[in-house]
C-alpha cells in the first residue's frame, strides 16, 4: 500500500529581548560563563515571583500578524508541569487554552507551486536550562532558563518532507526580517520538533497515532529525522503491524531515531493558570500599533521587485532571501535612478559579482566595502563606453578589496577605455598582419575565425578597446581584402 506522510511542526524561536522572559537577567548568554546569568527567579526558587518582559509579547504579537494570525482580546499564561533535570522549578511557564494569537498561515513556493500551511498558534513561554552529559556525569548550565521562547505551532498539513523544509526556511527568513529571533541554530536560536504520521494516500483521515521527534536543533536535523521516520513507520505498516504513539529522539551519529517516551497528551502536563501572572488585556490600539510596525516582508518585497521593477522570480527570490541584501539593493536602486541605470542592470551586478566575492570570501551583506549607492556606476560606466564589460568586473573586484570609489580606480589605473578609432584601426592592421593564417581562412570561407581577431585585438589592448568598435573595424579590414 502507498502511504502518505503527515506532518506538523513545532518551531521554537529564541527572542532577541535584552533580558529574560520572567526576570532582569541578560538573555545574551552566549559564550557566558556556567550559571552566569542567574537569579532566585530563573533558578525556581521558592518565594520568587516572575514579571512579563513586555517587549517578548510584542515580539510574539508582531510575528503572529506578519502570519495572518487572530490576535484575541485575553490571554494568559500557564503552568506545564513535567519534571526534566533542565526544568528548574519542576514546571514551565507556557500557554495553553488562551495562547496570544491563533488561527494564521504563511504560503510555501514548493516548484512553482504555491501552498498555503495554517499556523495553529503562535504562543510564548520560557526556555529551559542546558544539561551537559560527559564521563558518566550530567552538569547543568542555567543560563538558558528563563529565555524569552516563541513557539510556532502549525497545522498538520505537509505532506512531504520537502513542503517541510520549506516551511522552516520560510518562518525563518520572516522571523529575520521581523528582527524578532537571529534564527542562528547553530546557537540553539531555533529549534524544530516535528509531528509525523502516515495515511493511505488519498486518505483524508488523520491517523489516530503519532510520533513526535523533539530538539531538532538544525535544519539538516529535521529533515534527516523526519525522511528517517516516514521510512520507518512505512516499514512497520507494511509489514501489517502498528505506529505506536511515542516521543522520539534523533541520534545524528548514527542517523536514526531513537524512544524517549510515551508521547504525552495535554491532560498528562497537567496544565493550570499560573497563579502568579495576570491575565493579558491585549488592547485593539495596541494590536493596531504593532501592526503598523510591520516591516515589508519577503512576499511583499519580491512582488514588487516583479512588478515593480522587472526583475525575474529567480532574481526577485535571491535578493529578498535576506532582509540585508535587499535593502542593501534598495539602496543601490534608488541610487541608480539619478544616473538613469536600470534596476534589473544592477540586480545582474548585485547577484553576479557581488555574490559571487561574497561567496569566495564568505563575507556577510554587512561586511562588504562596497556601499550600494557605488553599484550603479559600473553599469553607468559601461553603457557610457569609459570602460568594457570585461574591465568592468576587474574594476568591481578592486572596489569590494578597497571600498574606492569606481571611477578612482580607474583613473588611478589607467583603464578607461579606448574609443579612438585612429587608435584602434593602427592595432586592428597590427594583428591582422600578425595572424596571415586566420586571416586567410576568413578569406577561405571560415567567417567565425572573424571573431579570433576581434579577441585578439581585445588582447592587445588589455581589454581596453571598445568592443564594438573592434567588431566594426575588423570587419571593415577583413571585407576590404576579399
Not at 68 to 91: Q, S, T, V
Not at 134 to 142: Q, T
Not at 145 to 166: F, K, N, Q, T, W
Request: glycine share 6%; aromatic share 6%.
Amino acid at each position: 500500500m502507498e502511504f502518505e506522510p503527515v506532518i506538523g511542526l513545532e518551531v521554537h524561536a529564541q527572542l532577541l529581548t535584552a533580558s529574560k522572559m520572567f526576570c532582569g537577567c541578560s538573555a545574551d548568554y552566549a559564550g557566558a560563563p556556567p550559571n552566569t546569568h542567574v537569579c532566585p527567579v530563573c533558578l525556581g526558587m521558592p518565594g520568587s515571583l516572575p514579571v512579563i518582559n513586555r517587549a517578548a509579547v510584542e515580539y510574539t504579537i508582531l510575528t503572529a500578524l506578519a502570519f495572518h494570525c487572530a490576535i484575541p482580546e485575553f490571554a494568559k499564561f500557564d503552568r506545564k508541569n513535567y519534571h526534566y533535570p533542565d526544568l528548574m522549578k519542576g514546571y514551565q511557564i507556557s500557554q495553553y487554552d488562551l495562547p496570544l494569537s491563533r488561527d494564521g498561515y504563511v504560503v510555501i513556493d514548493d516548484a512553482g507551486a504555491t501552498k498555503r500551511i495554517g499556523i495553529r498558534r503562535v504562543h510564548l513561554e520560557e526556555d529551559t536550562a542546558k544539561l551537559f552529559h560527559a564521563d558518566g556525569a550530567s552538569l547543568i548550565d542555567v543560563n538558558r532558563a528563563g529565555v524569552p521562547l516563541m513557539e510556532i505551532v502549525s497545522e498538520p498539513e505537509m505532506h512531504s518532507v520537502e513542503e517541510a523544509r520549506l516551511y522552516s526556511i520560510k518562518l525563518r527568513q520572516i522571523l529575520r526580517y521581523l528582527g524578532v529571533c537571529s534564527g542562528d541554530m547553530e546557537k540553539g536560536a531555533m529549534r524544530f520538533e516535528a509531528n509525523i504520521s502516515l495515511r493511505p494516500k488519498g486518505s483524508r483521515d488523520l491517523s489516530q497515532t503519532r510520533v513526535e521527534i523533539k530538539n531538532l536543533n538544525s535544519l539538516r536535523a529535521m529533515v534527516h529525522a523526519t525522511e528517517f521516520e516516514i521510512a520507518r513507520q512505512t516499514k512497520i505498516l507494511n509489514a501489517g503491524g502498528r505506529v505506536e504513539q511515542e516521543t522520539m529522539g534523533w541520534d545524528e551519529a548514527r542517523n536514526t531515531t531513537y524512544t524517549q517516551r510515551s508521547k504525552e497528551e495535554a491532560h498528562d502536563y497537567r496544565y493550570f493558570p499560573e497563579p502568579d501572572l495576570p491575565r493579558l488585556q491585549i488592547a485593539r490600539d495596541w494590536v493596531a500599533e504593532l501592526g503598523a510596525r510591520l516591516p515589508e516582508l519577503p512576499d511583499e518585497k519580491r512582488e514588487r521587485l516583479i512588478s515593480a521593477l522587472g526583475l525575474s522570480a529567480y532574481d526577485a527570490s535571491v535578493i529578498t532571501a535576506e532582509r540585508e541584501v535587499a535593502a542593501y539593493y534598495d539602496r543601490a536602486v534608488e541610487a541608480g535612478k539619478a544616473r538613469g541605470v536600470d534596476a534589473k542592470a544592477i540586480a545582474n551586478w548585485v547577484t553576479g559579482e557581488l555574490f559571487r566575492l561574497m561567496k569566495e570570501t564568505n563575507a556577510e551583506i554587512g561586511a562588504v566595502k562596497i556601499a550600494p549607492e557605488q553599484i550603479p556606476d559600473l553599469p553607468a560606466l559601461v553603457s557610457a563606453g569609459t570602460i568594457s564589460n570585461t574591465i568592468a568586473k576587474n574594476v568591481f573586484e578592486e572596489m569590494f578589496k578597497s571600498g574606492q570609489d569606481a571611477r578612482a580606480i580607474i583613473a588611478a589605473k589607467g583603464l578607461a577605455q579606448i574609443s579612438d578609432r585612429g587608435a584602434l584601426q593602427a592595432i586592428v592592421e597590427k594583428v591582422l598582419a600578425e595572424n596571415p593564417k586566420p586571416v586567410a581562412e576568413y578569406l577561405g570561407g571560415k567567417e567565425t575565425i572573424a571573431r579570433f581577431l576581434v579577441g585578439q585585438v581585445m588582447k592587445a589592448t588589455k581589454g581596453q578597446a571598445n568592443p564594438g568598435m573592434v567588431n566594426e573595424l575588423v570587419a571593415e579590414a577583413l571585407s576590404k581584402m576579399k
